[in-house]
């Protein structure tokens, strides 16, 4: 029965209590384990789920790091400050589709045989490889023996008890920070799901959380009818922004406004957000659900195997890739550069180079790289056009940073400003091409806003309706502070500091980057 249930990455633990946690993992400890995580990288030994004070000549230290693992990744409940939050059960039933419209003074359309509910113990393992030493590939060790350690994250889905009575909820949806692909898709799963629970008060707060403070942006009243067909336009039919009021003035605003579930769409500092809300609401003793999803075109957060819109930009990037190449290869010494998305990781640039085959440079923020001298980037275009006749460069925004004026300069959210790298490679290999006397012919494509504002593809609209139907469900199911994501190919909640206490990064010991660095063919750039 083990065996079997780790192989497929789910665990039943029948016996554990949702108990509080002794341990709170707090905004204090962040630089220190960011710091540590360097530490790690470099020694090879480091996981994402790391215990920072572990001492492995103890004994007993997989237990202890099991237990300490299990305390972190433990999901705020409405019970651990409720004694008296009352259990109903569940108004999501997939046996009785009829709307449910009447009210439930007679009780609620619940089928107790219908066993489509996730158990509250489920578990999903996080890290399913058992790699055997920490020279392996892409090793994720605790150990620097890199001993197997099972690490369990609670499963997502709709659970046979909730704890909001539907027809006293009063439901809010925010998207925050830059746009994404999916977004609308999550809104639209976010609304249907609420009414099949039979909530009828559903409003979107317009334009991320400055909507909570800025008069004169009412809110926009939601329900199947608006949202049906959203999902057929990209962008966010709420809107976005960055920035805006502090924490207390938005659960002011909410506390007015009689918001008890509030649905969070954006990235690492939305979610800081989000974290910080559900705080507040505890420290007000509010009887509220905060639940995020993670949208994050970047696919820089950690714990999941992709956030939504992440497949949909590599897909639409490869548009932008055979323009260039066309281009390049078109013209007497062409050089085709394309710009993508990716402020501190490199996924998209990575992905999409691969994808193509077209890519003979691919440039990340994870991977330092010199453009002048004997070994750097210039020199192996001068060759690859003489070699090749043409060449073919994909960068990503954030990468070679160091290579250009530092600014200083931050948006609303406080996040750094970051300089055109793909202006400056396209510059600087003009100016080299002028120096050393070989004519070139060079392209520069900015596809980032239009990738941005893409319809999702259709695995992105399946992975959108289904981390947005899962985030209702845990906002029925008592859960607050929490987010939604894909684990393994399964549909998990985890605790939302452990997932932004640093954005996640191309790994350069990894397969994957080696895959890339194989499909180019590039040299190192150092
Ligand atoms: N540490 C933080 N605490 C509270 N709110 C934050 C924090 N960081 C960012 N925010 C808010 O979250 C929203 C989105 O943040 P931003 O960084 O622009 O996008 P993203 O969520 O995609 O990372 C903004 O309204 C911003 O004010
Ligand atoms: O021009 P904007 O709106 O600041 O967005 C640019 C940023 O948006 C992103 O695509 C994603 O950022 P967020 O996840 O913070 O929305 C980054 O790659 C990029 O730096
Ligand atoms: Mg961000």
Not at 60 to 77: A, G, L, S, V
Request: proline residues 6%; hydrophobic residues 35%.
């Amino acid at each position: 029965m083990e065996s079997i249930s780790s192989a497929i990455g789910v665990k039943f633990v029948p016996s554990v209590k949702n108990s509080p946690p002794s341990f709170v993992f707090s905004g204090s400890l962040l630089p220190s384990l960011r710091s540590l995580d360097r530490i790690c990288k470099k020694n090879r030994v480091f996981s994402e789920t790391r215990n920072p004070a572990i001492d492995f000549s103890d004994p007993d230290w997989k237990t202890k790091f099991q237990e300490d693992f299990e305390r972190r990744f433990y999901i705020p409940h409405l019970t651990d400050i409720f004694d008296d939050a009352a259990r109903i059960p569940s108004t999501f039933c997939l046996k009785s589709r009829r709307p449910i419209t009447e009210d439930f003074a007679n009780g609620y359309p619940s089928d107790e045989k219908w066993n489509g509910y996730v158990n509250n113990n489920d578990r999903v393992l996080v890290k399913t490889i058992h790699y055997s030493s920490p020279s392996s590939a892409g090793a994720e060790c605790v150990d620097p023996d890199c001993t197997w350690v099972e690490q369990w994250v609670h499963r997502a889905g709709p659970r046979e008890k909730i704890y909001f009575k539907p027809e006293e909820v009063n439901a809010a949806i925010v998207t925050c920070g830059g746009l994404c692909p999916g977004l609308n898709d999550v809104i639209r799963q976010i609304v249907i799901t609420l009414e099949i629970y039979g909530v009828k008060k559903i409003v979107g707060i317009p334009f991320g959380y400055r909507g909570f403070s800025d008069e004169g942006i009412p809110e926009m009243p939601l329900s199947r009818k608006v949202v049906q067909n959203i999902h057929l336009a990209g962008g966010s039919l709420l809107g976005v922004s960055r920035g805006g009021p502090n924490v207390s003035d938005i659960v002011d605003s909410m506390e007015e406004r009689g918001i008890n579930m509030l649905f969070v769409l954006g990235g690492n500092g939305t979610h800081a957000g989000a974290n910080a809300i559900h705080n507040e609401c505890r420290k007000r003793r509010m009887r509220v659900a905060v639940v995020g999803v993670p949208k994050t075109i970047d696919n820089d957060i950690l714990l999941m195997d992709k956030t939504f819109g992440f497949d949909t930009a590599v897909e639409e990037a490869q548009r932008a890739i055979n323009s260039a190449y066309i281009e390049a290869h078109s013209a007497y010494h062409g050089i085709g550069i394309v710009k993508l998305m990716g402020r501190s990781s490199g996924f998209i640039a990575m992905h999409a180079s691969l994808a193509s085959g077209q890519i003979d440079i691919c440039l990340i923020p994870e991977v330092p790289f010199h453009l002048h001298g004997p070994h750097g980037v210039l020199r192996h275009l001068n060759y690859l056009l003489e070699t090749k006749g043409s060449a073919v460069v994909c960068v990503a925004e954030g990468a070679g940073q160091n290579l250009l004026q530092k600014t200083n300069a931050t948006d609303a959210s406080g996040n750094i400003v970051l300089g055109d790298i793909g202006v400056y490679i396209q510059q600087e290999i003009k100016k080299y091409f002028k120096e050393v006397g070989v004519p070139s012919d060079v392209k520069y494509i900015d596809p980032t806003y239009m990738i941005r504002a893409c319809r999702a593809n259709a695995s992105d609209g399946i992975l959108c309706t289904v981390l947005g139907q899962n985030a209702v469900h845990g906002a029925f199911a008592g859960y607050s502070g929490i987010t939604v994501g894909i684990c393994n190919t399964h549909y998990v909640y985890l605790p939302i500091p452990e997932v932004i206490s640093y954005p996640k990064n191309v790994d350069p010991n990894s397969r994957m980057w080696h895959r890339c660095l194989t499909s180019t063919g590039q040299p190192d750039f150092i």
